[in-house]
């Protein structure tokens, strides 16, 4: 299986202008622009994911980079996907109760979730992940 990564590897990076993919949003509640690119480089395969989405529970955006680990990028996309839900469903307060603490537990609740989901979904490779949320 490591040989056939390896084989995966390309001799040189691809061009700029293949397999880049860069788009630029605005986020007009918060008056923020911003873009997101990501480049393949030598890897025939982008192992990594990014989200940027908006949070309705704190009227806020969600930015999230998720690395792939050996898996053609499965465990990083399900990662980012599903981090926005499981904050808003583990969200039980007002935006004037939102302190320190509660953003603490929020999102350490939100990694315990998308780890016990990920191990019910059976799929190979890992990830890790950052993400900032922006009010």
């Known amino acids: 299986k490591h040989r056939q990564r ?17 788009q630029v949003y605005s986020a007009r509640h918060l008056n923020l622009k911003y873009t997101t690119a990501h ?35 499965s465990v990083a996309s399900f990662v980012a996907l599903q981090l926005p839900k499981a904050l808003e469903l583990g969200h039980d307060r007002s935006v004037e109760e939102m302190n320190e603490e509660y953003w603490t537990k929020l999102c350490q609740d939100a990694a315990l979730k998308i780890d016990q989901d990920l191990k019910g979904a059976h799929l190979a490779g890992g990830s890790t992940a950052v993400w900032v949320i922006v009010t």
């Open 6 to 22: 390896l084989d995966q590897m390309l001799s040189t990076p691809l061009q700029h202008s293949q397999k880049k993919k860069k």
């Open 39 to 73: 480049l393949n480089g030598r890897r025939v395969w982008n192992e990594d994911a990014i989200m940027c989405t908006p949070l309705t529970f704190c009227q806020g955006m969600l930015f999230v980079v998720c690395d792939g680990h050996g898996d053609c990028g």
